[in-house]
């Protein structure tokens, strides 16, 4: 069936450090892909999404490309601050289905 | 403008209670979709619809699950009988359109069943 598989957390990073997030998926025919993110206390909220093979998605510093022969959907920042301490998803869609897929999240702790 | 938004925020439930939880779409929206998250895990889908048609309720875990949106807009799930591992955080989210990706999620109930 179609699964999300993503990072175990916690993530604990300094303030400026480099981030990857990975993400796989395993799924049949060409889904869309996105990244959610829940700050502490708040909804979910998209972050960022591709919807075909070699796009990339990018919001606010942060950005994944849809890799298609890897079945991958990573995500990175060049340089975190604290405000971007949260719990990230990756996730799948086939428009068809309407219902989101997503991985299991990944918290993500920013030190000053 | 005005976002998803659920009530209540929390709800304490003995085990064998019914509980019902409420969700106000983004007016407008066509598309209302309920998720359970667990503890530590990602949501998983339950159930959707399309304006007052609920169109898949291939997530509903059990029959003691109920979904309605009787007049398209506003949804209530409603959970007969409560388990302890219905302790979860239930969360809806709307869209404008079928086949819309994008959806809009709601800060989520949580429940906990004692």
């Known amino acids: 069936g179609n699964s999300v598989t993503q990072m175990e957390g916690p993530v604990t990073l300094s303030e400026e450090a480099f981030l990857t997030i990975n993400c796989t998926y395993t799924?049949?025919?060409?889904?869309?892909l996105f990244w959610y993110v829940q700050y502490p206390g708040e909804g979910l909220q998209l972050l960022l999404k591709?919807?075909?093979?070699?796009d990339k998605g990018s919001n606010k510093g942060f950005e994944a490309t849809y890799r298609k022969e890897t079945t991958s959907f990573h995500l990175e920042k060049g340089s975190v601050q604290v405000s971007d301490s949260a719990v990230y998803f990756c996730?799948?869609?086939?428009?068809?289905?309407?219902?989101?897929?997503f991985g299991s999240g990944t918290r993500l702790s920013i030190r000053p | 403008g005005a976002g998803v938004s659920q009530s209540p925020r929390y709800k304490v439930a003995k085990r064998g209670q019914d509980v019902a939880l409420r969700c106000d779409p983004i007016?407008?929206?066509?598309?209302l979709f309920w998720y359970q998250q667990a503890l530590g895990q990602g949501p998983e889908f339950l159930t959707y619809?399309?304006?007052?048609?609920?169109?898949?309720k291939s997530g509903l875990p059990s029959d003691r699950f109920f979904a309605e949106r009787p007049e398209g807009s506003v949804s209530t799930l409603k959970i007969q009988r409560t388990q302890q591992e219905d302790s979860a955080v239930y969360l809806c989210?709307?869209?404008?359109?079928?086949?819309?990706?994008?959806?809009?999620f709601g800060p989520g109930t949580r429940l906990l069943v004692l």
């Open positions: 996730a799948l869609l086939y428009s068809s289905a309407s219902k989101i897929i």
């Open positions: 989210a709307s869209n404008p359109t079928p086949g819309e990706e994008t959806q809009y």
């Open positions: 619809f399309q304006n007052e048609a609920q169109l898949d």
């Open positions: 007016s407008g929206h066509v598309s």
């Open positions: 799924a049949t025919g060409y889904p869309s």
């Open positions: 591709a919807t075909k093979a070699d």
